[in-house]
């Protein structure tokens, strides 16, 4: 059996940028090889991505595994499990972690099932057991409702990680790492499932994960126009909408918006939530901002066992004084 | 079209948070009284899905359900939905599955149940959020996935799919036979009607044991496990609420508003 050691991270580029969650990782990553005593590696799949190798070492890696190939140019699942199965097998790794992204749900139990060996996802806390090594996995279940830790015995151990759980190192450029080219070994007549095509459905302003503030709406908003009446809101706090599934459901707003656990994670630094229950799916994706203000009409609703700051009031009536209030304030 | 629909029941993950209970000691979940569970909310929409292909394509709909003491007027949902035979595996051997035992005995069950061409899956289930089964009945099995479903198509011969993504969704193009999984972007599933209920009445579900499946009996239930539950407990919540009051919902606003400037919020 191979000796299996360090940890690899199966990275991700978003629009020619290593991804958050792969800094994200890096970081987390980081603390889990120095406890084993062991290295940190990353795995770039893609084309073009080789050139995110050095952005990958200020974040944390110590070894850069660039798998560039026009093949994996865009995600096909058949073709990434070829290429990190052969990843694996060159690395034998102890742990490899990947992002809770729409591609890790999707590689991730793929090749653990070809591996053979057990997965976590959507962990939110990682940890070494000092006398077994064993990777301690922390995971949200039953809806962010309980929390599990689970141990696996097979190898390499396989966790996919939450958006925003771990943190960054401070990026240190002087670092130094080891780029080593891999081939993808991927026998293109072996996809299967094809990408066709990338459809966008954009939606203007500030991006939800990213914006200092976000203002959420749920069901008790009523429709469509309920959501246009938090634009105003959004735009004095240069924040952008979020929305509970139900609003997504009925159609009321695009889908791209929904936060929780199979939505967006935010984390911004405050998140306005108003005529929504809160409901531990809900909160999985918003639990990690830093201010949380409620508005409902239900004094007994979920949110306000959550939120820092809340008003038992029908939004119609709140909203429009609220709104006026922060723009006075905010001209101060 | 031979489809193939795998549903969980689980308890309903819709009841209010404040009612939900751990056991730290068995390191399970006690079922808050009452209420009765259900299946689990995405496997409904996988339902959905297989009758949107029915309906456009016509064909036979089988519905596979793993687990022990099933609610009969639970599982039998998606019959009176419109799906045509439900394949239980219920027995006390599948207990304490996890993703690897449960693919597994899923994967041997489908083998018995031989052609088909689309299995479909929720993306994941509401009560343990792992999202694994589906892919790895699949990788088991030995054939194409498309994860993350919000439209699927039979077109010649093809299915195609329309995979949510963060900023809008993809197209892709399965041979058959494959696996679907599904998400809620799909649309609402059906309400059984009247006739349907009726229908789902008379039909008796089929029982496989381990031994109807041929599974190697160290690889289902907790046997089978590949992961450890260490611990199971609820986060503790910190923070308390401060109420902000006012003489009506718009003098409480502004109050609100003026508070949040105070801790320096705004
Ligand atoms: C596996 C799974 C995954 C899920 N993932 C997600 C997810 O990612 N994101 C998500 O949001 N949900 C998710 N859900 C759904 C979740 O369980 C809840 O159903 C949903 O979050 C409820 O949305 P809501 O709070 O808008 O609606 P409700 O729970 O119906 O709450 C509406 C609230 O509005 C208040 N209200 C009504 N009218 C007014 C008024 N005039 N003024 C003030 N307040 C008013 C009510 O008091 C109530 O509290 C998931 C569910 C499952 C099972």
């Known amino acids: ?332 | 079209m031979e489809l193939i629909v795998c549903v969980k029941q689980v308890p309903d993950p819709e009841a209010p948070p404040a009612s939900f209970k751990v056991d730290t000691a068995t390191n399970k979940v006690v079922p808050p009284p009452g209420v009765p569970p259900v299946i689990s909310t995405f496997d409904e929409t996988a339902v959905e899905a297989a009758l949107k292909i029915k309906d456009a394509k016509g064909g036979k709909i089988t519905v596979v359900s793993l687990g022990n003491n099933l609610v009969r007027d639970v599982v039998k949902k998606p019959l009176a939905m419109g799906a045509d035979q439900l394949i239980l595996l219920e027995d006390p051997a599948y207990e304490n599955s996890d993703s690897w035992s449960t693919a597994y005995a899923l994967s041997m069950a489908i083998k018995k149940i031989g052609s088909f061409d689309i299995i479909f899956c929720g993306r994941q289930a509401a009560d343990w959020d792992s999202g694994q089964v589906g892919l790895g009945i699949a990788e088991l099995l030995g054939i194409p996935s498309v994860t993350l479903a919000k439209k699927v198509e039979s077109v010649d011969g093809k299915v195609r799919v329309e995979r949510i993504v963060p900023d809008g969704f993809e197209v892709i193009e399965s041979p058959t036979p494959c696996l679907i999984t599904v998400t809620n972007e799909l649309g609402e599933p059906r309400y059984a009607p009247l006739k349907g209920i009726m229908k789902a009445a008379k039909i008796q579900p089929v029982v496989w044991k381990p031994q109807d499946i041929g599974v190697d009996p160290s690889q289902i239930g907790a046997s089978g496990r590949r992961t450890k539950l260490v611990k199971l407990f609820q986060p503790v919540k910190e923070g308390k609420c401060e109420m902000v009051e006012g003489e009506n919902a718009a003098d409480a606003a502004v109050k609100l508003a003026l508070r949040l400037r105070e801790a320096k919020v705004l």
């Open chain 1, 1 to 332: 059996m191979a000796d299996y050691k360090g940890v690899l991270v199966c990275g991700e580029a978003i629009e020619g940028k290593l991804a958050g969650i792969t800094a994200e990782m890096l970081g987390g990553g980081r603390k889990l090889a120095d406890k084993l005593g062991e290295g940190l590696a990353v795995v770039l799949l893609g084309s073009g991505v080789k050139g995110l190798a050095a952005e990958a070492i200020a974040c944390g890696a110590d070894k850069v595994y660039a798998v560039d190939d026009a093949v994996l140019k865009d995600y096909q699942t058949d073709a990434y499990v070829m290429a990190m199965e052969n990843v694996v097998s060159q690395v034998a790794p102890r742990i490899v972690l990947m992002g809770q992204t729409s591609m890790g749900r999707d590689l991730a139990p793929r090749l653990a099932f070809r591996l053979k060996t057990a997965l976590s996802m959507d962990c939110i806390e990682l940890d070494i057991d000092p006398q077994s090594k064993q990777l301690i996995q922390t995971r949200p279940v039953y809806g962010g409702n309980a929390r599990a830790i689970f141990t696996t015995e097979s190898l390499p151990q396989m966790a996919t990680v939450r958006a925003k759980a771990m943190s960054p190192l401070p990026r240190d450029d002087s670092r130094k790492g080891e780029v080593v080219d891999t081939t993808a070994g991927v026998d293109a007549s072996k996809i299967r499932a094809k990408f066709v095509q990338k459809v966008k459905e954009e939606v203007a302003g500030v991006k939800l994960e990213e914006a200092p503030a976000v203002i959420a709406g749920g069901r008790g908003l009523g429709g469509p126009d309920g959501f246009k009446q938090l634009e105003e809101l959004a735009r004095l706090l240069k924040g952008a909408i979020g929305a509970t599934r139900p609003a997504i459901d009925n159609g009321w707003v695009p889908t791209s918006i929904q936060v929780g656990l199979t939505g967006k994670i935010v984390a911004p630094e405050l998140y306005i939530a108003i005529a929504l229950s809160g409901s531990s799916q809900h909160m999985a994706g918003c639990s990690g901002s830093k201010t949380i203000v409620a508005i409902n009409k239900d004094p007994e609703a979920n949110i306000f066992r959550e939120a820092r700051f809340g008003i038992v009031a029908d939004w119609k009536q709140a909203l429009p004084p609220f709104t006026k209030k922060v723009q006075e304030l905010l001209k101060e």
